[in-house]
């Protein structure tokens, strides 16, 4: 993300991460007790900024940890589980849903979150070196972003990329 990529790169993969769980947990919490749509949506707006920390700061903790053919090897295992989760997932969630009620939709979040943290914690060193970490900047972020904005291919790319996984979703939603 547009957040959390810069500040993993100041300070360090894992806080960046951890912050991104907290995040994530205190929306499907929120989520799991909303008294109203718009509480639920507020909560799951609070699990998509918080999911993007572990999923874009990945990247980097690969990048940290491989070079090469490596790199590559772990690069495809991890874009394959990004993307048959959103495969998987619908399935998963209809069975609880079914059997639970929704609320239990929003509970395995929070355990698969609390499970997944826990084992990144004690599995997943600090990739990061102090000494390559960059001073953490909002001016910088939205520089980069301007930059990006203003140009037409990266433009071009991410249109692409949106309709592609718009309509890869539309598609698992509907089945």
């Not at 769980?21 to 205190?26: D, P, R, S």
């Not at 990061?128 to 071009?156: K, W, Y």
């Amino acid at each position: 993300g547009l957040f959390f990529g810069p500040l993993s790169d100041s300070i360090g993969r894992k806080p960046a991460i951890y912050a991104g769980y907290a995040l994530y947990i205190v929306g499907a919490l929120l989520s799991v007790t909303a008294g109203s749509f718009q509480v639920m949506l507020l909560g799951r707006l609070l699990q998509g900024i918080g999911q993007s920390s572990p999923r874009s700061i990945t990247v980097a903790l690969v990048r940290d940890r491989y070079k090469g053919r490596a790199m590559a090897r772990v690069m495809s295992f991890v874009m394959t589980v990004f993307i048959l989760v959103p495969m998987v997932a619908p399935s998963l969630g209809q069975a609880l849903l079914l059997f639970s009620g929704w609320r239990s939709i929003f509970v395995s979040f929070v355990l698969m979150a609390i499970i997944t943290w826990i084992w990144f914690a004690l599995r997943m060193p600090e990739t990061l070196a102090p000494e390559a970490r960059v001073p953490f900047s909002l001016r910088q972020i939205a520089g980069a972003t301007l930059e990006i904005v203003r140009n037409r291919t990266a433009i071009g790319y991410t249109v692409s990329a949106g309709l592609i996984s718009g309509a890869f979703l539309g598609y698992l939603n509907s089945s």
